[in-house]
């Protein structure tokens, strides 16, 4: 997926650029309901079955809302349900060490959402209540207060949880305003889509048009030109192989395997494994540790606490 819907909506172009507003007939009632029925439809018949469709537990929504930012669903399936008998809430999650929680999200990469996922459950759990029940904020302020949650999360959250309806975009929500709606248009910014996204929002049940409109824009990403590619927030990925966030990934798997190692340790074997170290990564390591994923101790590195 591209870069985070959070950090694309906070995005601000330059004051002197003037935002576009679809035509008149575009916000033609007969034309908003049209496209809704579009998309319902499309849903109705090719709808897809996936496991955090079927609960409106907020945990178990989160997780697999911040799994699949910038992963493929394929990935996500398996690591969710492996992660949910793991973790099966908030109170486990909290009490697990780092090292098993990276342990279990490793194929999804980016383990910085592991770490802020574990940081929110501890935050839940030490305030106070009766133990046991720790539960996510139902407020957006307060989802949004949490580690590693932003707008389009928070209000992801909200709809397929709780059946509240707040407009948010995401990559596939994207697409089907533009293909639909900016068919002809580049450079295309959020703000612009949003009026839309509001206008169309199915209020009564936000949980199926949310679905329902992410099913459509996948359709149209493997049967269209990628419209996401219009929008002004659209980033290629960077490539992985080579990468720093490859040797990131690779040091955090070594850690897991072998705590305590130290730099020298991990530099040659890494090398040995094929990874050159070059010269990043001591900048890795001080990264990592920074983050709070990985601590330096007297023996060596390890997974942080």
């Known amino acids: 997926m591209p870069i985070p819907i959070e950090a694309a909506i906070a995005t601000e172009d330059s004051p002197s650029r003037e935002t576009r507003t679809p035509g008149r ?12 029925q579009t998309v319902l439809e499309y ?7 996936l496991p955090w469709r079927r609960t409106r537990d907020a945990y178990g929504i989160l997780v697999s809302e911040v799994m699949l930012q910038q992963t493929q669903v394929s990935r996500v399936v398996e690591k969710y349900e492996e992660w949910l008998a793991a973790f099966p809430d908030l109170e486990s999650l909290a009490a697990a060490p780092l090292a098993r929680v990276l342990a279990v999200w490793q194929g999804l990469g980016y383990n910085r959402r592991a770490l802020a996922l574990k ?6 759990v030490a305030l106070p209540g009766p133990p046991g029940g720790a539960q996510l904020p139902r407020e957006q302020a307060g989802l949004r207060a949490l ?4 707008p389009a999360t928070a209000a992801a959250v909200a709809a397929f949880a709780y059946d509240e309806a707040h407009p ?7 697409a089907v305003y533009l293909h639909h709606f900016f068919p002809d248009e580049t450079g295309v910014h959020d703000r612009e889509i949003l009026p839309l996204v509001e206008a169309t929002l199915d209020r009564a049940d936000p949980r199926t048009w949310y679905y329902a409109l992410m099913d459509y824009g996948v359709m149209l990403k493997a049967s269209h030109p990628n419209p996401s590619r219009r929008s002004r927030h659209h980033v290629r990925q960077s490539r992985f192989e080579g990468s720093p966030r490859q040797l990131r990934a690779r040091v955090l798997r070594l850690l ?12 040659a074997e890494l090398e040995h494994a094929g990874s050159p170290v070059g010269e990043r990564f001591e900048g890795v390591l001080t990264g990592l540790m920074k983050e709070g994923l990985i601590e330096r101790t007297a023996a060596g590195y390890r997974i942080g606490p």
Do not use: K, V
């Open 25 to 36: 007939s575009t916000w033609d009632p007969r034309t908003l309901a049209a496209f809704r």
């Open 43 to 49: 849903y109705r018949a090719h709808g897809r079955d």
């Open 147 to 150: 580690p590693g949650i932003g």
């Open 119 to 124: 940081r929110l459950a501890e935050m839940l």
């Open 168 to 174: 948010f975009i995401e990559t596939n929500i994207r």
């Open 256 to 267: 897991l395997e072998r705590p305590g190692s130290t730099m020298a340790e991990i530099a």
